[in-house]
């Protein structure tokens, strides 16, 4: 890779979520999430790992602050916990939570952080889901309501206004595979969620115009890059498929306005999508100043026979239900290493491939790279130090293919690296890190990793080296 430079105006940044790091489970009034919910069910997460404590974010913000500061990072992506500042998901906001966001939000303006607040990160209200979660109508307009009371707090503070954190995970791992919270295997269900979690994302979206016509509003989506096993007329369609499930059915609504029409043929026997009502479509178009992308890995299909051994290589996790409601033809091939502690392989080119597909299908939209990273077994070396080389050639690689796309005219504004913090990996627990920082769980203490040098020289240059 030759070296590459990146303009000032470029935003470096880090991003978490509260439920990964906050802890305070039951601090100041916070309520329940279905992720309390789960982490605390006997064999949800790994080890039995909940995020009841975390990496402590809730008492050591402002040294967290701090670190951001001293990386030398000009913006920092966090996530609202809805249960922490609307306990129970509708009526009552608690003043206490809605304080923590506000101490938050100013000690970044203090430090000179833009602030990135992420509005739904997956801790639904425990409530909500009870009385029927994402796959209701009436979760979209609790969403609606806690995002008129989050905006009307902290809006216009808050640079960024990210509707939802990758829709994706909470429909179909949350009600497709039943690996997140809240551990349901119901199809319809899943596509039920995707569509109101859209109608969140639109009537969220119109309470920040509304309310901050001078904020700037995203939603952050992982996008997947979806290759064929072979040129041949089934694989081809199997990445057809797997695209309108993974890409479109988000990017559809949102940018465009309308579900596509072959995911609803492709899906027909699932569900009749009867829960998409006349106007909703436009509600949920409304127009966004940045598009926020995850990219992690990189996905090979190919069409299931129905009689050949599957691999199902989809990299979520153990499940006898798939993610891919409607797509039991499909199947999910292993990919070449290196893989991250994830098992995730590593696909810089195909990074490049998808900010260059969002410039081709959404030409003039901006785009905002929300996270990128890595998790990778991390050890503290004799020296005291963390030297987690693969983490930073991860890095580098990743940022390069972000420099690519540019140099190809796409425009991505900034970059934030996933995460500032180890922290909690949802099914996963505290066994796999993907801090550039390294929280250790007994202590809490924070100790720079090598690849947090490395940022910061980055954040501070601009220049890639390598
Ligand atoms: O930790 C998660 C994050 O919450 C959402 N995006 C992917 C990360 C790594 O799995």
Redesign the pocket.
Do not use: T, V
């Given at each position: 890779m030759t070296a590459r430079n990146f303009p000032e105006s470029f935003v470096w940044g880090s991003a978490t979520?509260a439920y990964?790091i906050e802890g305070a489970a039951t601090e100041d009034g916070r309520g329940r999430s279905i992720w309390d919910t789960y982490s605390h069910t006997p064999g949800r997460t790994l080890n039995g790992d909940t995020g009841d404590v975390a990496a402590d974010h809730y008492h050591r913000w402002p040294q967290d602050l701090d670190h951001i500061a001293g990386l030398g990072l000009s913006a920092y992506r966090f996530s609202i916990s809805w249960p922490r500042v609307q306990p129970g998901g509708s009526g009552r906001f608690n003043p206490a939570g809605l304080d923590f966001y506000a101490r938050l939000v100013d000690g970044l303006l203090e430090r000179g952080i833009r602030p990135v607040a992420t509005m739904y990160?997956w801790d639904l209200p425990q409530e909500l889901e009870d009385a029927g979660g994402w796959p209701a109508r009436d979760t979209a307009l609790r969403f609606e309501e806690y995002a008129s009371g989050i905006v009307g707090a902290l809006g216009d503070r808050v640079h960024t206004w990210t509707t939802l954190?990758?829709p994706w995970c909470s429909a179909y791992l949350g009600y497709g595979s039943g690996v997140h919270a809240p551990g349901r295997t119901e199809p319809a269900a899943a596509l039920a969620a995707v569509h109101h979690l859209n109608l969140a994302h639109g009537l969220a979206g119109r309470v920040v115009r509304e309310l901050v016509p001078s904020a700037e509003l995203s939603v952050t989506l992982?996008l997947h890059v979806v290759r064929g096993a072979s040129g041949s007329d089934a694989d081809r369609d199997a990445v057809r498929r797997i695209d309108a499930l993974a890409n479109r059915a988000f990017l559809g609504p949102m940018l465009d306005g309308a579900y596509p029409a072959d995911l609803l043929a492709d899906t027909a026997a699932v569900t009749d999508w009867s829960f998409v009502r006349s106007g909703d479509e436009k509600l949920i178009a409304v127009p966004l100043d940045v598009l926020g992308v995850?990219y992690?890995s990189s996905t090979l299909v190919r069409a299931w026979d129905g009689h050949s051994a599957r691999s199902d290589a989809d990299g979520h996790g153990a499940s006898t239900h798939s993610p891919w409601v409607g797509a039991e033809d499909v199947d999910f091939l292993p990919q070449p290493g290196p893989y991250t502690a994830?098992g995730w392989n590593i696909d810089p080119p195909a990074f490049t491939e998808l900010l260059l597909r969002l410039r081709h299908d959404y030409p003039g939209q901006p785009l905002m790279i929300t996270?990128n990273g890595a998790a990778f077994d991390d050890v503290v070396a004799a020296d005291g130090r963390v030297h987690d080389d693969r983490r930073i050639d991860y890095l580098r690689r990743h940022i390069g293919a972000v420099a690519d796309a540019r140099a190809q005219g796409v425009d991505v504004r900034g970059y934030f690296v996933?995460?500032l913090l180890d922290n909690f990996?949802?099914g996963y627990g505290y066994d796999r890190r993907?801090g550039i920082i390294r929280v250790d769980y007994d202590t809490q203490e924070r100790l720079w990793k090598d690849s947090a040098h490395w940022y910061h020289r980055l954040a501070h240059t601009g220049h890639l080296d390598g």
């Open positions: 979520a990964q990160h954190n990758e992982n995850n992690y994830m996270e996933w995460s990996e949802w993907f």
